[in-house]
């Protein structure tokens, strides 16, 4: 009963809404906006909950000691390990890349189960000790909410994205008291592009979130921060030195987490003991140093303030034992995120490193607090790739732009660095490991998206070894190449002769005498046919070369195909004019909602289906029924009447919304009755 009464009550709304005079982009903004204010309440019932529980876990603490610690870390492992193994396993771990992994392959679709789930989890983990952040979680619940909020409005892919981008942005907002850190936050990491387009959906329901959050824990910044500067240009020399210090912390950091969690994948025990045994692996670590439960946030308070001294070999041991603490917690499958303990580990280690250079250059005026400011920056941007963000940050928390300088130099060089040395942040490696590219505000980058398989010319012009060299010029013309694979008696790849080749034998007096097998190149490099464009054009820029043979992996004498620097712009020419295509298709959809009509995408054609193997203008679609793309495999096609649907095939369809489930039964089922027949067009 109920069910049918919300979904009555969804009909209603989404109908008055289609018939308000607003333009589009005014009704997505007021989607955003309730986005926004539903993160801000979900974040302030995070914060407030987590202080309970956390104050409960000291009771116990307080009561019996260490024992009482580890009472509570196993009881909260179990709590978290019954809700990731059982009821929200996209729960586990850190939470953005779970968000990244939705929008790069389902669309931004989110399961709603999140939204409490993911927030109870983390809750019961950072709040019994668990060495985690709290901003990861409030993230990935907001998107969940962005996302939960488009798919109920039944919006088109490209809206549902803004929602989960807006509410990634509240979520950092409402948890630092930052909009502007978390509006770019969401632009520059979970969405991968600063785009325009994106830009005010976003900023509306950060500042949204902050509102509400400020209204119930007040307006005061996440950290007090003194008002630091640059005491002197030289200092920007050590600020160099603390960058690449960063740099490394960064990577060890990515490289620990993602080990642990191999580590515990690997293992055999049962699903449930893993999260309870890295809880209680973390209270080892907090037998040393009880500093690294929860997510740390006093301690960077007490890390950044003016006049900071504390050991510098505590801190830099407190800045690793925080990194593995973490990574034990949330390595074993735990809930939390990697926001916090990336700036707890940055402040210890630039504090740390300002501390001795204190001591090592006592004629400068050096206060080791400025230096923990600027390595809490640098670590997370280095971890996360987002020196925006991460600057913003620091900003909105300090509302000083004295230490811009330092500030900007040290976040940047180490992201560069930190990008030299691991390509991947700790957000985006996990899904590379799953076979998605995210990259340079693409989730597929078109070069990556590309095979050689599909760009190669598959029957090339070849030359046997023992042709005479001076007939190649004619075979060069005719083929329009500088450059030819060369097959022994066989049929097998021996080497490639190129025109610098010929025209270096020409030059001999014993010209006239020598075959292709005297002058060809026998250092073969070599493509394959499932590798990428870009493999291969990075392969051809290193070895100075404009062509590859293409080569059986499994027998590397092979010759499958011939690819070379034209075949490769000439590919990526027609994937970016389709990309192009496809994003008019996409702004075409946005606005496709009008009153009466609806596009579903991904309608996926099986091999049972009675569509799969027919022609497009056999199918009898009724004449409000629009078939918009057609895409196969990483190619997206615009059909017409004479295409034929395969099994894999995925659609995007707009038609009249009472025609839907007749459009779905006839791709399935096929013509079924003479009514339909009639409604054909």
């Known amino acids: 009963m109920w069910r049918k009464a919300l979904s009555t009550v969804q009909e209603r709304v989404i109908t008055w809404m289609e018939r308000l005079p607003l333009p589009p982009v005014f009704t997505l903004g007021l989607q955003a906006v309730v986005v926004g204010i539903g993160t801000g309440l979900v974040a302030v019932f995070f914060i407030l909950g987590l202080k309970q529980v956390s ?49 790069a392959t389902r669309g931004g679709r989110i399961s709603p189960r999140l939204v409490v789930l993911k927030v109870v989890a983390s809750m019961i983990t950072i709040g019994v000790g668990g060495s985690a952040g709290r901003e990861g979680p409030i993230v990935q619940s907001g998107a969940a909410l962005g ?20 509410g990634a942005a509240g979520g950092i907002a409402a948890a630092f008291n930052a909009p502007i850190a978390g509006s770019i936050f969401a632009l520059e990491v979970i969405l991968g592009e600063l785009g325009a387009a994106y830009f005010g959906m976003v900023v509306l329901a950060a500042v949204a979130a902050s509102v509400v959050s400020q209204a119930y824990l007040g307006l005061q910044p996440a950290f007090r921060v003194p008002a630091y500067g640059l005491n002197s240009a030289w200092e920007l020399l050590l600020y160099v030195a ?26 055999k025990a049962p699903e449930m003991l893993k999260p309870v045994i890295g809880m209680v692996l973390t209270g080892v670590v907090a037998l040393a140093f009880p500093q690294v439960l929860g997510p740390g946030l006093e301690f960077i308070g007490e890390t950044i303030a003016e006049n900071m001294d504390e050991p510098a070999l505590w801190l830099l041991a407190l800045a690793l034992a925080k990194l593995v603490a973490t990574s034990f917690t949330l390595g074993a499958g735990n809930s939390g995120g990697v926001f916090a303990p990336s700036l707890f580990a940055g402040a210890a280690l630039g504090g740390a490193f ?19 400011l600027v390595g809490m920056s640098a670590t997370f941007s280095a971890a996360a790739r987002a020196p925006i963000t991460a600057v913003l940050i620091v900003f909105e928390m300090s509302r000083d732009y004295r230490l811009i300088l330092p500030l900007l130099f040290a976040t940047v060089l180490s992201t560069l660095v930190a990008h030299y040395l691991h ?30 398989a599909e760009a190669m010319d598959p029957n090339p012009s070849t030359v046997p070894e023992w042709m005479p060299a001076s007939m190649l010029l004619q075979v060069f013309t005719e083929a329009h190449s500088h450059g030819l694979p060369v097959l022994n008696g066989r049929g097998e790849l021996v080497g490639v002769v190129t025109l610098t080749d010929y025209q270096r034998a020409v030059e001999r007096e014993d010209f006239s005498r020598l075959k292709v097998a005297d002058i060809m190149s026998r250092d073969l490099k070599v493509a394959y046919p499932d590798e990428n ?137 096929g013509p079924s009755s003479p009514s339909r027949n009639g409604d054909n067009g």
Request: with cysteine; proline share 4%; aromatic share 8%.
């Open 423 to 452: 390509p991947e942040s700790i957000y985006t490696l996990k899904l590379v490991r799953r076979g998605i590219t995210w990259r340079f505000g693409r989730d597929l980058d078109l070069m990556e998206r590309i095979t050689v």
């Open 533 to 669: 464009l870009w493999q291969v054009l990075r392969r051809m820029n290193l070895h100075n070369i404009g062509r590859l043979p293409v080569v059986s992996r499994q027998n590397p004498k092979q010759l499958v195909g011939w690819i070379q620097t034209r075949d490769i712009v000439r590919a990526y020419n027609l994937a970016m004019a389709q990309q192009e295509e496809e994003q008019q298709r996409r702004q075409e959809l946005a606005v496709a909602h009008t009153e009466g009509e609806v596009c579903f995408e991904h309608v996926v054609i099986g091999e049972n289906d009675w569509a799969a193997g027919k022609r497009i203008a056999d199918l009898g679609l009724p004449q409000d029924c629009i078939l918009v793309s057609v895409r196969r495999g990483r190619h997206l096609g615009f059909p017409h009447g004479d295409t034929v649907l395969q099994p894999g095939d995925r659609l995007t369809i707009c038609t009249r919304k009472d025609l839907v489930d007749q459009v779905l039964d006839l791709l399935r089922h």
């Open 55 to 103: 104050a409960y876990t000291q009771q116990v603490v307080a009561q019996w000691g260490y024992a009482g610690l580890f009472v509570a870390l196993v009881l909260g492992g179990l709590v978290t390990a019954v809700i990731v193994v059982y009821l929200a396993p996209e729960a586990k771990g850190h939470g953005v890349p779970e968000v990244m992994l939705a929008l």
């Open 354 to 372: 300002g501390v001795v250079m204190q001591r090592v250059f006592p004629g400068l005026p050096i206060n080791p607090g400025a230096y923990a």
């Open 147 to 166: 996302s939960t909020v488009g798919q109920w409005f039944r919006l088109n892919e490209e809206r549902i994205k803004v929602l989960v981008a807006a």
């Open 242 to 267: 603390l960058a690449l210090f960063c740099a490394l912390l960064a990577v060890l950091f990515i490289r620990m987490l993602y080990f642990l969690e191999d580590v515990f994948e690997r293992w």
